[in-house]
């Protein structure tokens, strides 16, 4: 408890908020309240599996209620048969009934984790030499946590935006079988979610090894994932009289041709503003390739420098990888049936038909089919990055951070933007969250966040959306 008190006084008087000497306390009180909504999801076990996002949500929504908001502008959903898998929404009234609202958009839920595997309890918020461990503390408890504070404040400031600022709390982002809860919104409470354009996750700020801030990072368009299923079948048989026609030779052929395929290079908007303001950070080798390749996406020298960084490898095409394999069902027997699961992330604008043929056609087997097993949602559309977004963004980020570049990415992954960007809600991810360079280890084990870090971007997020709410 002194070390948590210690850390908040270092923070707020060695860094932002120092000049206030007259509100120390209440700062102080304000973080401390922050901290303790972020401890109380984060402890909140939000996983598929033994989880409850609707706890979460009524959690979130007792202390809304706590801070003022009426009943009526409070709401936990809760999906038809899924009792566990529910979100709550919530909103600040605007004074310009005309202006559409601003949308602060968080899932819950978090990825499975197993508390033998991990170091410290991946479901107690534990805070060790400068950072945040837990399951959730990056992915993404605290920007949940800084969203419901953010109403909390502007609520006991008396805080009268011009749009109204809705929040939603949602569950299933983080399993693809899972009901997901920003889709669910969409086509069951479209009002409650209808914004201008909404802000969740997506790209955070980039520390490098040192801890040094390098650029913030704001998702401008994103991948969509979709799995593939190849399938062999031969006849079988007795394995002492092997023949060619091996349902497995057919699918590891099938396989091995997809690990040698490289999809075409493709430039948009955000991948182009990304490597040309990376280009000036970078330097270097590095750093001319990405100028070269927004030049001209065929050259050859300047991919094959590129390419070695995974990242920048999967923003500059889709890509697809083999991840399960199934085959066989007796170790004396030939085998009739070989399947592999092809996971593909497709380049916004590209379409499943598209890559479906495209692998068809690598395979050059008539003996694999290639089939499509299940879609979850719309195909990502990026949403436009108009002064209208980046200017505030650029505005908080100098205050907060002068001489850090602001610069859009193209995310390989998907966020919940998939759902509402085809629905007519541009989203943007922004958290003003720096991370480390391994990302703190989202999804794996000990995930991590800097104690710094998470106070900064509720001070930048805090601000951000006022600024989004005045416009
Ligand atoms: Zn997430």
């Known amino acids: 408890m002194e070390r948590i008190e210690g850390s908040i006084a270092a923070f707020l008087f060695g860094g932002l908020v120092a000049a206030m000497p007259a509100q120390a306390t209440s700062e102080t009180e304000g973080l401390q309240r922050f901290r303790a909504i972020y401890k109380e999801l984060v402890e909140t076990n939000t996983t ?33 048969g899924h009792p566990k898998e529910g979100g709550l929404l919530a909103v600040l009234h605007g004074s310009d009934p005309q202006a559409k609202a601003i949308l602060m958009l968080a899932h819950v839920d978090v990825v499975e984790a197993k ?12 805070e060790e030499d400068g950072y945040f461990y837990g399951r959730g503390t990056s992915d993404m408890k605290a920007q949940a946590a800084i969203w419901v504070d953010n109403l909390i404040r502007y609520r006991e400031e ?4 011009r749009r109204s600022i809705k ?3 949602t569950c299933g982002e983080e399993t693809s079988s899972a009901l997901n809860g920003a889709g669910w919104l969409t086509k069951n409470a479209r009002d409650a979610v209808d914004a201008e354009w909404a802000l969740t996750e997506g790209v955070d700020g980039d520390l490098d090894a040192h801890g040094h801030r390098i650029a913030l990072e704001i998702l401008a368009a994103e991948k969509t994932s979709q799995n593939f299923v190849l399938e062999a079948t031969s006849p079988g048989g007795h394995s002492s009289r092997p023949v060619p026609d091996n349902a497995i030779y057919h699918l590891v052929r099938a396989v091995d041709r997809v690990s040698h395929f490289e999809f075409p290079v493709e430039l948009d908007d955000a991948n182009r503003a990304y490597f040309t303001g990376m280009s000036k950070i970078v330097g270097g080798q590095a750093g001319a390739a990405m100028v070269a390749v927004v ?15 995974h990242n920048w490898h999967a923003m500059l095409r889709t890509t697809c990888v083999a991840t399960m394999l199934a085959a066989g069902h007796a170790t004396n027997a030939l085998p009739q049936r070989a399947t592999a699961n092809i996971n593909c992330r497709i380049f916004p604008g590209d379409t499943r038909d598209a890559v479906q043929a495209q692998l068809v056609a690598v395979i050059e087997d008539p003996k694999v089919s290639v089939t499509i097993p299940e879609i979850r949602g719309p195909i990502a559309t990026p949403a436009p990055l108009t002064p209208q977004i980046l200017e505030p963004i650029e505005k908080v980020a100098h205050e907060l951070w002068p001489g850090v570049p602001v610069i859009p990415a193209l995310e390989p992954g998907a966020s919940d933007a998939q759902f509402l960007n085809p629905a007519g809600i541009p989203t943007y991810g922004i958290t003003g969250i720096f991370i480390d360079p391994d990302g703190g280890n989202i999804h794996g084990l000990n995930e991590r966040v800097r104690v710094q870090s998470v106070y900064e971007g ?14």
């Open 48 to 80: 598929l599996s033994a989880g409850d996002c609707t706890l979460a949500a009524q959690r979130m929504a007792a202390r809304l209620k706590l801070a003022g908001y009426p009943h009526s502008d409070l709401r936990v959903f809760v999906p038809e």
């Open 115 to 126: 508390r033998e595997d991990w170091t410290r309890d991946p479901f107690t918020l534990i």
């Open 158 to 161: 008396g805080y009268k935006p």
């Open 167 to 169: 929040l939603a709390l």
């Open 295 to 309: 030049k001209n996406p065929q050259d050859v020298a300047a991919l094959a420098i590129l390419d070695k960084d």
């Open 458 to 471: 509720r001070t930048f997020l805090y601000r951000l959306v006022k600024l989004y709410a005045d416009q």
